[in-house]
């Protein structure tokens, strides 16, 4: 697909998508797979209103078109978010996020969609039983990987997980520095050549969860998400791949 990175993690294909989403095919190719997001923190916006901050409406209906954008590429017939489906009592219950959240669902009603927990959705309550979403605890195993929230390797297997909003400052040749959000792979190579402690973290889903700025250290896979394209920043000499 144009503009996505496929990598190899956990011994299988995944693809990395400008959207903010990692896609995961289905073994015999074709329809189905699984698309998987991080911190969507539906109602964010109108979590910062409610509080009197100036904020205005319909970031997340512009998530939610993006999300089905990636759903209608990929074909997915499952999608997994890694935590912060919602960002706080307030937006759950704001009816304008409600409304936009439940014509979504109806939309994609023939998408299975699973939550694994993370600190925000505790705290904002469970999701309402209309948009059909299955909460899982974090970790939850989905072989060969471990699905969490928090970005922490596990003895199970790779972890896919979300919660930090990675993001990169770049700079250019004029001076100019440019933060971009990005896919950070963190690991060692064992003497076999396998993973060991190997995470993959994923972007906030949500364009308005800000990130923080990494110092990626060597080992370290950053990839970034750069207008419609996916792009892995250049090594350092000396640095080894999870691969």
Not at 175 to 184: A, H, I, N, S
Request: hydrophobic residues 40%; neutral net charge.
């Amino acid at each position: 697909m144009s503009g996505d990175l496929t990598l190899t993690f956990g011994g299988e294909a995944l693809i990395l998508m400008p959207e903010r989403a990692v896609f995961r095919p289905p073994p015999a190719g074709g329809a189905g797979g699984t698309l998987y997001v991080a911190d969507t923190h539906w109602g964010k916006a109108a979590t910062f209103r409610a509080a009197g901050v100036a904020v205005p409406p319909g970031g997340t209906a512009a998530d939610l078109a993006r999300l089905s954008r990636a759903l209608r590429r990929t074909r997915a017939g499952r999608l997994v978010v890694l935590g912060d489906l919602l960002h706080a009592r307030l937006g759950r219950n704001e009816a304008a996020t409600n409304a936009a959240v439940a014509a979504w669902r109806a939309e994609t009603a023939d998408v299975r969609m699973e939550l694994v927990l993370g600190n925000h959705d505790r705290a904002a309550g469970p999701p309402d039983p209309a948009w059909q979403i299955e909460a899982r605890p974090d970790p939850t195993p989905d072989p060969p990987f471990v699905l969490k929230h928090f970005p922490e390797p596990d003895p199970a297997g790779p972890v896919l997980a979300g919660h930090e909003h990675p993001a990169v400052r770049l700079a250019g040749p004029g001076g100019e520095r440019l933060k971009l959000p990005c896919f950070r792979l963190t690991g060692r190579i064992d003497d076999r050549g396998g993973e060991a402690g190997a995470v993959l973290t994923l972007p906030a889903f949500s364009a308005f969860a800000d990130g923080g700025v990494l110092r990626p250290a060597p080992g370290e896979r950053i990839c970034v998400i750069a207008d419609d394209e996916v792009l892995e920043i250049p090594l350092r000499k000396g640095q080894r791949r999870i691969q």
